[in-house]
């Protein structure tokens, strides 16, 4: 027998926020949609564009991961395979849908809370430093300490995230 390939690789953005639910078993899986773009020019040299939409689905620990970092417009990379399956609607018609099973999820780009969270710790720490500065200056007036890479103070504006 030959052997076969199924396998989609895709670079898009979220086009609306992740849904997280589990299966009777305990099986984590999360749906999502995902919009792809392409421009081209024509022979008359107009521009057009086009938009793909196509729905993704992680599950168990990967369906997690990708409830709890993405969100609606984030840029990612998604790597699964192409599935097409087929039920009955609540109206009784036989309905089929195209999806794309992931194994595979990378973000592209850093939005997200995490870099907010990070920001904020850094700004905490910085504080705490002022602190312990003006307690050290007001204890000991005349020692004056050593300027020195180590005694450096970080600025939270100076930090490139």
């Known amino acids: ?16 926020d992740p849904e997280l639910r589990y299966t009777p ?4 899986v999360c749906t999502f949609g995902l919009a792809t773009n392409r421009s081209w020019t024509t022979e008359s040299g107009e521009k057009k ?24 417009g ?22 089929t849908t195209t999806e794309i099973v992931i194994n595979d999820m990378i973000l592209l780009d850093n939005k997200g809370t995490r870099k907010e969270e990070v920001v904020e710790e850094v700004r905490e720490e910085a504080g705490d ?6 307690k050290v200056k007001s204890s000991s007036k005349t020692e004056k300490p050593e300027e020195t890479p180590e005694n450096e103070e970080v600025v939270p504006e100076d930090i490139p995230f």
Request: aromatic share 6%; glycine share 6%.
């Open 1 to 16: 027998m030959a052997r076969s390939l199924n396998r989609v690789q895709l670079i898009g953005n979220l086009t609306r």
């Open 25 to 28: 078993s305990g099986a984590a």
């Open 49 to 72: 564009e086009d938009a793909e939409f196509h729905r993704i689905v992680a599950w168990n620990k990967l369906a997690e991961i990708c409830s709890q970092f993405l969100t609606k």
């Open 74 to 95: 984030r840029k990612v990379f998604v790597e699964g395979r192409l599935s097409t399956r087929n039920w009955t609607g609540q109206d009784g018609n036989q309905r």
């Open 129 to 134: 430093k002022e602190e312990k500065k003006e």
